[in-house]
């Protein structure tokens, strides 16, 4: 198998404060995991890709203060909305890369709807 | 960067035809195609890949093509059913780039009973 979760699935918190998404592989360990944004109907738009025991690497144009990523072990990533504003409200998804003889595959948490108030 | 585009955007089909999605990558050094189908809400789940040194992959009514040369890479679908109503989207990769995958902007397909 190849499970990934999120939590929490849907959060709602006011203008100002922080909200941490935890990132999970739930059966197999990851040495990437990457986080995404997604828009209402529209694609999926990598945000950064973390690695286990590194600091992450952020996409042009994502601020690395604002969206603070850990990769504390194999498992888990978290991703951290610090000081959210409305415009940070979106569908946030992370997916996991599993090691082996298909080290490309990525499979997908089933995400995190962020809205700020 | 790479830059992946899928066409089309909408995709209506009468239960039991064929669906045909495309997409076009820019970076020759992509080599990991896959593709998505992302129901409403829910995240998007890996239906079918194709690396580079394939040039055709089938899974029962599912199946990809992949042209090297002309940088372009195909879902098809066959005997569509109402259930594979959902947003398909395609993506490619390089292993030098540390897999990252770059999406497609993604096809609502709709099976009409």
């Known amino acids: 198998g190849a499970v990934v979760s999120q939590h929490p699935s849907w959060v709602i918190c006011k203008s100002g404060t922080s909200v941490k998404i935890e990132c999970r592989s739930l059966?197999?360990?990851?040495?990437?995991m990457f986080w995404y944004r997604q828009f209402p109907k529209q694609s999926l738009m990598l945000m950064a890709t973390?690695?286990?025991?590194?600091?992450?690497?952020?996409e042009q144009g994502v601020e690395k203060d604002k969206f603070l990523i850990n990769h504390a072990s194999l498992t888990l990533s978290t991703l951290t909305v610090t000081s959210a504003h409305p415009e940070d409200s979106s569908f946030y998804i992370c997916?996991?890369?599993?090691?082996?003889?298909?080290?490309?595959?990525?499979?997908f948490g089933p995400g995190t709807r962020l809205t700020v108030l | 960067g790479e830059n992946v585009e899928q066409h089309p955007s909408t995709l209506s089909v009468q239960e039991g035809d064929s669906a045909v999605i495309k997409c076009t990558y820019s970076?020759?050094?992509?080599?990991?195609f896959p593709w998505y189908k992302q129901e409403l809400g829910k995240r998007p789940q890996l239906i079918i890949d194709?690396?580079?040194?394939?040039g055709e992959k089938k899974d029962q009514r599912i199946a990809v093509t992949l042209n090297k040369t002309a940088k372009h890479f195909s879902l098809h679908i066959t005997e569509t059913q109402p259930e594979d109503s959902a947003v398909y989207f395609c993506?490619?990769?390089?292993?030098?780039?540390?897999?990252?995958?770059?999406f497609g902007g993604g096809t609502r397909v709709l099976v009409k009973p």
């Open positions: 997916s996991a890369r599993k090691g082996g003889t298909s080290t490309d595959t990525q499979y």
């Open positions: 059966d197999f360990q990851a040495t990437t």
């Open positions: 973390s690695n286990e025991g590194s600091k992450a690497t952020y």
């Open positions: 970076d020759s050094a992509s080599n990991y």
């Open positions: 194709i690396r580079s040194n394939v």
């Open positions: 993506a490619a990769s390089r292993k030098a780039a540390g897999n990252k995958l770059t």
